[in-house]
C-alpha cells in the first residue's frame, strides 16, 4: 500500500460552510392549511367519539368512572388542539436543500434538526401519496441509506412535479456516478 498519497490534513473550522447558508426550498403553500385541517379534523373525530361514549344512553356510567373520563377526554380534546397549534408554527420551520453532491432537510419549531445525505449514499428513494395528498397534487419523498430498514428522512409536502424531478435527479446522479 503506497501511503505517500494519503493525506488527512486539518481542517479550519471557520472555512466549513454554514448550513444556513443553503438554498432552502420551502415546502408546497397547499401543505400547511391541509396538515392544520387534518390535525383539527382528527381532533375534532377523537372528541365526538369520545362525547358519544360518554353520553350514551345505553348503559349508565357511574360517577367516579365519568369523571375520569371527562378528565381524558378534555386532555385529548386539549393535546390534539395543541398538536394542531404547534403544527401551525412548525411547518413554516420545514425546507429542503438539493446540491450536486448532497440532500438536506430541515425541520423543527423548538428542536431544530437538520439532516444532509449524500447522494451516493442513497440506497433507495420512494414517492409515497396517500389519497389526501393526491387529491391537492402532494407527494412525500422518502430517502432511504444503506444499513437502516426505516427511512433516512422524508420530506413531506412536496408538489408532485418536484417531487418526481427530485427522485429522478437523484436516481440518475447516483447512475452516473456509479457507472461512469
Same mark, same amino acid.
Given at each position: 500500500m503506497d501511503t505517500?498519497?494519503?493525506?488527512?490534513?486539518? @481542517?479550519?473550522?471557520? !472555512?466549513?460552510?454554514?448550513?444556513?447558508?443553503?438554498?432552502?426550498?420551502?415546502?408546497?403553500? !397547499?401543505?400547511?392549511?391541509?396538515?392544520? /385541517?387534518?390535525?383539527?379534523?382528527?381532533?375534532?373525530?377523537?372528541t365526538v367519539i369520545w362525547?358519544?361514549?360518554?353520553?350514551?344512553?345505553?348503559?349508565?356510567?357511574?360517577?367516579a368512572i365519568e369523571s375520569i373520563l371527562l378528565w381524558i377526554g378534555g386532555g385529548l380534546t386539549a393535546l390534539g388542539l395543541l398538536f394542531s397549534v404547534h403544527g401551525r408554527f412548525a411547518d413554516p420551520c420545514k425546507a429542503y436543500a438539493l446540491r450536486e453532491h448532497d440532500l438536506s432537510y430541515r425541520s423543527g419549531l423548538f428542536f431544530r434538526k437538520? @439532516?444532509?445525505?449524500?447522494? *451516493? /449514499?442513497?440506497?433507495?428513494?420512494? *414517492? !409515497? /401519496? $396517500?389519497? @389526501?395528498e393526491r387529491r391537492v397534487g402532494l407527494a412525500t419523498l422518502q430517502v432511504f441509506s444503506a444499513g437502516g430498514v426505516m427511512h433516512?428522512?422524508?420530506?413531506? $409536502?412536496?408538489?408532485?412535479?418536484?417531487? !418526481?424531478?427530485?427522485r429522478q435527479f437523484i436516481l440518475q446522479h447516483k447512475d452516473t456516478r456509479n457507472h461512469g
Open positions: 505517500s498519497t494519503f493525506s488527512n490534513l486539518s @481542517i479550519d473550522e471557520a !472555512k466549513l460552510p454554514d448550513i444556513e447558508q443553503l438554498d432552502w426550498q420551502s415546502l408546497s403553500p !397547499k401543505y400547511m392549511p391541509v396538515n392544520l /385541517r387534518i390535525n383539527l379534523i382528527s381532533t375534532l373525530l377523537l362525547s358519544a361514549l360518554l353520553f350514551q344512553p345505553f348503559w349508565p356510567i357511574n360517577q437538520s @439532516i444532509t445525505q449524500p447522494i *451516493l /449514499r442513497i440506497q433507495h428513494i420512494e *414517492l !409515497k /401519496r $396517500g389519497p @389526501i433516512t428522512f422524508e420530506i413531506p $409536502g412536496l408538489p408532485l412535479s418536484t417531487a !418526481k424531478s427530485l
